[in-house]
């Protein structure tokens, strides 16, 4: 997959482009519907199939202040896109150069792509303070020649899938609806840290992220079923994420995960831990004999909703 960082690195590649154009700051179901289009007409008319996004949210460029937390990094879409069968990623900073663009103006740097077809959401906006609209892009394409297809919102039920609805799904601890939306588990990826070892103490050891100044949404505090990916594997495991409220020494947020049938020293290593269903919220626990018995009650449980998913090579 070819990778552009820059709107004034676009150029002709070896054949036309099928272009799916957005924010997709998630890379949930309904962005991924929109890139499926693209990548079936990309492949019936063989064509490339190119990706058009952005590195940072816009808000980033005016409003710093009120940037959503993300629901993916950067090397988890650069991989999504690339399985999917993007020949071109643009991952471009959107920032004052690329936002004073009228919508005329993009669509003529854009043309150095050579797009024979732009696909987008119906939703899509573009251009200087937005004023290209899926109307004006329609008009463009029957002035300019080139093929336009118009993807509907997805829904979930009743619910139009959204990256705000995502994230208010996790906010809520909500992470099994999040996975519906997503179409994926929702993901921490963190590098192992050395935390109070109370867990092993407690016979259920865990691998500890910290989580102050994260850049992502973070699930409301409790205990959840997750998946761990470490070293090359894939184990079930019990996560919680708080401030350890029994014992009231931890002063900033941290992912805690204990690994079933895992007992490596992973300190220094980079773990990924996808959220697979709320257990229970934080509980201040009267003695460490009731905080053990619940641990264990929370492992059956956790068992039981992960099911096959115990340490399985991935």
């Known amino acids: 997959m070819d990778v552009i960082t820059s709107i004034e690195q676009l150029h002709k590649f070896a054949r036309p482009c099928v272009v799916a154009l957005g924010t997709f700051d998630g890379l949930h179901r309904g962005h991924m519907d929109v890139i499926r289009t693209a990548w ?64 005329d103006d993009f669509l003529e740097k854009l043309a150095r792509l050579c797009y024979s077809c732009l696909v987008v959401g119906n939703n899509f906006t573009y251009g200087l303070r937005g004023a290209g609209t899926v109307e004006t892009l329609a008009a463009s394409a029957q002035r300019l020649g080139f093929k336009l297809l118009v993807r509907r919102l997805v829904s979930d039920g009743e619910t139009v899938i959204s990256s705000t609805a995502i994230r208010r799904l996790i906010a809520e601890g909500d992470v099994a609806e999040a996975a519906t939306m997503l179409g994926r588990s929702y993901s921490l990826t963190g ?38 990916e470490v070293k090359g594997r894939r184990f079930g495991g019990m996560a919680n994420i708080g401030y350890n409220p029994t014992f009231g020494d931890v002063a900033k947020p941290r992912l805690e995960t204990h690994i079933f049938g895992f007992a490596q020293d992973i300190y220094g290593e980079t773990i990924t831990v996808n959220f697979i269903a709320r257990v229970r919220g934080e509980v201040k626990f009267a003695s460490i004999e009731q905080l053990q018995k619940q641990l264990q009650s929370d492992k059956q449980c956790c068992l039981e909703l992960l099911g096959s998913y115990t340490d399985q090579v991935f």
């Open 40 to 103: 079936e007409e990309a492949r019936r008319t063989d064509a490339l199939l190119a990706v058009f996004t952005f590195s940072n949210h816009p808000f980033a460029c005016f409003r710093p202040d009120k940037v959503p937390p993300a629901l993916i990094t950067a090397p988890q879409k650069h991989q999504l896109l690339q399985d999917l069968g993007v020949d071109v990623l643009v991952d471009i900073p959107f920032d004052f150069s690329v936002a004073r663009l009228t919508p």
């Open 191 to 228: 590098i192992v840290a050395h935390g109070n070892e109370r867990g092993r103490l407690l016979g259920f050891p865990t691998a500890n992220v910290e989580l102050a100044g994260s850049q992502q949404a973070i699930p409301q505090g409790g205990v959840y079923a997750v998946q761990v």
